[in-house]
Every structure is written in structure tokens, then in C-alpha cells.
């Protein structure tokens, strides 16, 4: 089956920044990839997507690009806020059971 | 709004008993989840249904149990035979059709032993 490895955190930054948080998968074929945010006490928001190889997802600063080479699609942001902190998951699609398998998740604090 | 609806926020259980958790959405999604998250950790599937009236195990479904009766409900049972039931319940639906389109998740319910 599907397998996603996230960098272990907690991350801590200062505001304004620049972040990366890694992620590498291992899957059959060219599944969607799908970073995911999580605040405290809250379910997941989807934070961004990208459906095939060299797709570049976005979205509120956050960027990821899909790389089948190295698979992997990294998350970035060139400058964290404060309300950027929480959890941020990463997460492939089994074609199969079209469900999700997620990474462990990675805390990220971001101080003022 | 629509969305997804889990209740309650917070579960509490004595050994030996059932419980259900509640999962409805008004998104008209064909597909609905269940994730199971412990702390510090991602989530893992517990049960999925692609259709009405019919629904599949995931990869921690001993102890668990599920229905699908209707599009929008999905409740979920952790059985006494569950022996580690603390954790935090995700509750996910998406469209039927492909596989790229995101899973979008209820606000979760928090499930502990007393």
C-alpha cells in the first residue's frame, strides 16, 4: 500500500520566515498528492492540491510542487505569520480505496 | 453552509459499551470515511463507503462497525471489543467520481474511556 513520510517536528520559526516542511510518498503509478492543515480541537482543511507530475499546488501563500522523480512534494511558504501555526499534514491518494494515507504530521510554531 | 456534521464534540465510554458516533453531510458526496487520530500521529482509515448500502474495512477495523443507509449518514460504532478506543474520530466525504478531488472533513469527536 501507500506509504507518506513527513519531517518530524515541531517546527518553530520566527515571523515572516521562510518554511519548508518535506514530504516524500510511495505509491503505485501517479496518485493526487494533498497537503492538509490542522488547527487545535479542529478537523483537516484542505490547504492545497496537485493531480499530477510537475502540478504545482497553492494557495494562501503555501505552495507545493509535484515531483515524480524524487517523489516528493515539499511545502513551502516564503514568509510565516503567527496564525500559520498548527498542524499541517501531508497525504496521497490510494487510486484504489480512493482514500486518503496521511503522513505523521508536522507541528509548526511560529513565533512573533 | 453545507458540510460535515459529526456529534458529539466529546464521547465518554465505561468498559463493556458501545457507542456511535454521528456523521452527516449535506454535500451530496457519494463517498464517506472514518479516520482514527492519536496523538502525535497521522490519521488511519478505519472504514470507507463508496456507495449507499455498501461500505468496506480499512486498515484498523477490528472493534469498529458501520452502516450506510442513507447518502448523507455514515455513523460509526466502537464495540467493547475496541480495547484502546481513546482518540480523536475524523468523519470525511468526497465526490464519487475520480480520484483526485479532496476529502472534505467534520470538526471530529473526541472520544474517552472513563
Known amino acids: 500500500g501507500n506509504s507518506v513520510t513527513q519531517m518530524e517536528g515541531p517546527v518553530t520559526l520566527s515571523e515572516e520566515a521562510f518554511l519548508t516542511i518535506n514530504c516524500t510518498y510511495t505509491a503505485t503509478g501517479y496518485p493526487s498528492l494533498f497537503w492538509y492543515v490542522q488547527y487545535p480541537g479542529e478537523g483537516l482543511q484542505l490547504l492545497l492540491k496537485?493531480?499530477?507530475?510537475?502540478d504545482k499546488g497553492s494557495n494562501k501563500g503555501f505552495e507545493a510542487t509535484y515531483r515524480k522523480e524524487t517523489t516528493s512534494f515539499h511545502l513551502e511558504k516564503g514568509s510565516v505569520q503567527v496564525s500559520d501555526s498548527a498542524v499541517y499534514f501531508c497525504a496521497c491518494m490510494d487510486t484504489g480505496r480512493r482514500a486518503l494515507t496521511f503522513g505523521s504530521g508536522t507541528r509548526l510554531q511560529v513565533q512573533p | 453552509d453545507g458540510g460535515i456534521t459529526q456529534s458529539p464534540k466529546y464521547l465518554f465510554r465505561k468498559e463493556g459499551q458501545n457507542v456511535t458516533l454521528s456523521c452527516e453531510q449535506n454535500?451530496?458526496?457519494?463517498?464517506m470515511y472514518w479516520y482514527r487520530q492519536d496523538p502525535g500521529q497521522g490519521l488511519r482509515l478505519i472504514y470507507y463507503s463508496q456507495i449507499v448500502n455498501d461500505f468496506q474495512k480499512g486498515d484498523i477495523a477490528e472493534g469498529y462497525s458501520v452502516s450506510r443507509e442513507k447518502k448523507e449518514s455514515f455513523p460509526l460504532t466502537v464495540t467493547s471489543a475496541q480495547k484502546n478506543p481513546t482518540a480523536f474520530y475524523l468523519c470525511?466525504?468526497?465526490?464519487?467520481?475520480?480520484?483526485?478531488?479532496?476529502?472534505?472533513f467534520g470538526d471530529g469527536t473526541r472520544l474517552s474511556i472513563l
Open positions: 496537485a493531480t499530477k507530475a510537475d
Open positions: 470525511a466525504s468526497t465526490v464519487g467520481q475520480g480520484s483526485n478531488q479532496p476529502q472534505h
Open positions: 454535500l451530496n458526496h457519494d463517498a
